[in-house]
């Protein structure tokens, strides 16, 4: 980022109004959310986590983000077969503080049509207000 | 909606501000864990100046009559509290700390969102004069474990104040040795710029800079409820367990809670500890149950990063306040084991 702003927002993914990210490699999307988000929340104390091989639509609530201030659902940002959780938030959800947008990825999805309705960087900096 | 005048210095502190009470205020500076562990390790300090701060004047028989301790024989420079005003009902009207200025004149703190409501209590219920003072003076609280490695010590017994002093190169309208987190410290009330010097001096010191999330953590391990979630004008201090009220004097309230002591009560303010590790926190209203009923609710809840685990409060029915005892929290369809715990947690 060239400005110094209160959140991160990275120009290599896409974005959803409900403040996820998602980052597209071939057939796989790896989601997680977003800097503006997890700063919403802040302290991160819990996650749950989407069992692999669920399929799942487009706005689906699949996992939840728990801090003090509200346990927030996290929605699929795609149709698609949910592929792999982040165990390791199990342990250590702080990863998502810490990281957002790398090791505090959230799941996996494999995708089963070209995903629509994702924002790019530019428009979910507009959103934020950034 | 109302800003602490210290909001400068807490930007630049890395405050992060939120909504509480109509007040945009500090609720952490990055990690309230880190904040909290703070003030049970070292010590932090936490803007305050939302809280509402009354100048009463008048009768001392009419001011004690308001008042559920006994004020009429606390000295000059004590404080009287954790206190109550209640309705003819015996419930809240807020829970409020009084200080005793002199035989005609006391200060009183009330809880933010309660400020406008008390000062028209007092007049409807009083001839007693009130003068705000909450917008002329920001005040802060410093506390912590190891709170005089930070702080000058100050010369004043717990719950005891003095007006008008001199501290660490400030001038302050009030000084005391008081607090809500459980641990050692005081309280400055002053011109929202001499404040502003002491935060910057303090953070260089080393006192952490800590928000109103830690305040509410610290504040549920101690047990210490918050109005308008713990009690309000439907509850009553018997309800709550939370003694701020004398019987052996008159107040307003008081047959009330006399009758209420004569036909017992149907609910009792418990403590719940979830268990090490647990990570899905119980939410306000979520449901207590045992063997398939519901038995109880929860009224405020959190993380405490000092006991590795959710912690809170709530109402159980008195049939079933089985202290000691596992029972479910029901969250989000989840059934959490939690164990019935008394006060404080810590």
């Known amino acids: ?32 959310i977003t800097d503006y988000a997890q700063k919403k929340l802040r302290d991160i104390i819990g996650v749950d986590l989407p069992k ?79 | 909606m109302f800003s602490t005048k210290l909001r400068n210095v807490e930007e630049e502190l890395g405050g992060d501000f939120g909504e509480f009470a109509g007040w945009s205020m500090p609720m952490s500076y990055g990690s309230y864990l880190e904040e909290h562990l703070a003030v049970r390790n070292w010590a932090a300090f936490f803007d305050l100046s939302h809280m509402g701060r009354l100048m009463i004047r008048g009768k001392r028989a009419e001011f004690d009559y308001l008042v559920a301790k006994r004020t009429e024989d606390a000295n000059a420079g004590k404080m009287v509290g954790p206190t109550a005003f209640l309705t ?55 506390q912590g474990r190891k709170v005089w490695d930070f702080m000058e010590k100050v010369e004043l017994q717990p719950l005891n104040f003095v007006l008008g002093k001199e501290y660490m190169g400030i001038k302050t309208f009030l000084l005391s040795r008081s607090g809500w987190t459980g641990e050692d410290g005081v309280e400055v009330w002053a011109k929202p710029e001499e404040i502003e010097h002491l935060l910057r001096f303090l953070k260089e010191r080393g006192v952490r800079p800590a928000g109103l999330i830690a305040r509410d953590s610290l504040r549920q391990e101690m047990g210490f409820v918050l109005y308008g979630e713990d009690i309000d004008e439907n509850t009553t201090p018997i309800e709550a367990r939370y003694w701020v009220f004398s019987m052996e004097k008159e107040f307003l309230g008081r047959e009330a809670l006399k009758e209420q002591l004569r036909s017992g009560v149907n609910k009792l303010r418990i403590g719940i500890k979830l268990k090490k590790g647990e990570r899905t926190i119980p939410r306000r209203d979520s449901k207590i149950m045992l063997e398939g009923q519901q038995v109880g609710v929860i009224t405020s809840s959190t ?20 202290l000691g005892y596992s029972v479910d929290v029901e969250v989000r369809g989840k059934r959490l084991e939690a164990k019935l715990s008394d006060f404080p947690l810590v």
């Open chain 1, 1 to 32: 980022m060239e400005r110094k702003s209160k959140y991160l927002v990275l120009k290599d993914r896409l974005y959803t109004d409900s403040d996820e990210w998602v980052k597209i490699d071939g057939d796989i999307a790896v989601v997680g």
């Open chain 1, 52 to 130: 692999p091989d669920t399929r799942v639509k487009r706005g689906d609530p699949v996992a939840v983000v728990e801090s003090v201030k509200a346990a927030a659902d996290i929605y699929a940002p795609m149709d698609g077969i949910i592929s792999e959780a982040n165990e390791r938030l199990l342990d250590s959800p702080e990863l998502i503080n810490k990281d957002p947008y790398g090791e505090g990825w959230i799941f996996k999805v494999k995708l089963t049509e070209k995903p629509e309705g994702l924002l790019e960087a530019e428009k979910y900096m507009e959103k934020i207000g950034e």
């Open chain 2, 88 to 142: 003819e009902r015996g419930t809240f009207v807020d829970d409020v700390m009084v200080y005793v200025v002199d035989g005609s004149s006391w200060l009183v703190v009330t809880n933010a969102v309660n400020r406008e409501k008390v000062i028209n209590w007092i007049r409807r219920n009083s001839g007693l004069e009130v003068e705000d003072l909450t917008f002329d003076y920001a005040m802060i609280a410093v």
């Open chain 2, 303 to 322: 993380y405490s990063p000092y006991l590795n685990r959710p912690i809170g409060m709530g109402y159980m029915n008195t049939s079933h306040f089985l």
